[in-house]
């Protein structure tokens, strides 16, 4: 458990910093992180990092379908600790 919760605290700065990362590459016309990577960040547990970093750095706030895919994710990552924490669900499937 304890090995699951480094993991996805360390998802969630990676996810937060890629975000300020990309802000400061679009602010200076360099090469950007494709949203594709963003969004897998954000899927694979790292959502609130996402949109915390979406949030202080303003970046692709207005952007869409990337919004409503990011908040998709968000929610993948919500429904993902119900079950992952739910005692009664993991033992109906067998977990």
Known sequence: MTLMLLSLAGINVIAFL???W???RA?????RIPERTLLMLAFFG??????????LFRHKTKKQ????LLLLCAL???AFGIFWLS???RAAIGL
Do not use: C, M, S, W
Request: no cysteine; glycine share 16%.
């Open 22 to 24: 990309d802000k400061r």
């Open 65 to 68: 379908p990337f919004g409503v």
């Open 18 to 20: 890629a975000f300020g």
């Open 76 to 78: 993948a990552n919500v």
């Open 87 to 89: 005692p009664v669900i």
């Open 27 to 31: 602010e200076t016309q360099q090469r």
């Open 46 to 55: 790292g959502a609130l990092g996402a949109l915390l970093g979406q949030q």
